[in-house]
């Protein structure tokens, strides 16, 4: 169902993994969608992982939307601000900013870094550039799309930006880097929902559960885990069109959201029929 037919998004960090799912559903409800990454079809993919955003583009028109892809490297304003003069000068206006990419893992496999420091390692034992790039390429990119984007929303006075981020109440995300990264989005968020209330924009941020991204499945195919509650990438993506498609999306501006807490409330599923139940950390 084209419930998102004629509205302009820009989902960042597309090329693989919880964007490529976004811009899919996005794609499925009639969206024209915008996708951003790194990897395209001419040059290696990042991470040596699969998926480039030009197959998400195409994907995405599959679906019944259209797939614009726009390479951008998000740590770098001048690329941001190239791709929303783009979008400027092709729609004149921006409906949904979706902020999914994230650079803070890179260069991790499964449970250790390059360098052999596990995950859930104190953070004295992690390196300092680990979280300049965190917090680079975790939280500024998130507020640069939002400045560039903001402005191509404000005329016709309506538009929704989420954030992704990682959430479970107030309990500890087991690194203090990534801690202080993901919170920082949720306070973002917050913050940026107080200036747009009077230009009827609303922020939210939107953690998924346990996705099977192909990171995940790359080490889980080297050591598998349990996966019973775990989701697919477009299941958070269903959760956006149904955002999206809120006409009291303003009640919810401010506030961070997990993906299995808004299926029942909105009556999506994933992909295979069930609702995954919101991540929970132990």
Partial sequence: MSTLKDKVAVVTGASRGGGR???????AAGATVYVTGRSTKNQEPTDNLPGTIDETAEAVTLRGGVGIPVRCDHTI???VEALFNQVKTEQGHLDLLINNAWGGYENYYGTN??????????FWE???????????????????ASRFAIPLMLPQNQGLIVCTTAWDRDKFLGNLYYDLAK?????LVFGMARELQKYNIAAVALAPGFMRTERVMAAYNLQP??????????????????LASDANIMSKSGQVFAVGNLAPEYGFTDVDGNQPQAFKIE
């Fill in 225 to 242: 885990f349990d996966l019973s509650n775990s989701e697919s990438p477009e299941y958070i993506g269903r959760a956006i069109v149904a």
């Fill in 113 to 122: 870094f390059e360098d052999g420091t596990a995950f859930d390692a104190p």
């Fill in 21 to 27: 799912g976004i811009a899919l559903a996005l794609g």
């Fill in 126 to 144: 992690h390196s300092l550039q680990r979280w300049q790039t965190m917090f680079n390429a975790g939280v500024r990119i998130q507020l640069v």
């Fill in 183 to 187: 919170n920082a989005v949720n306070r």
């Fill in 77 to 79: 304003d001048a690329d």
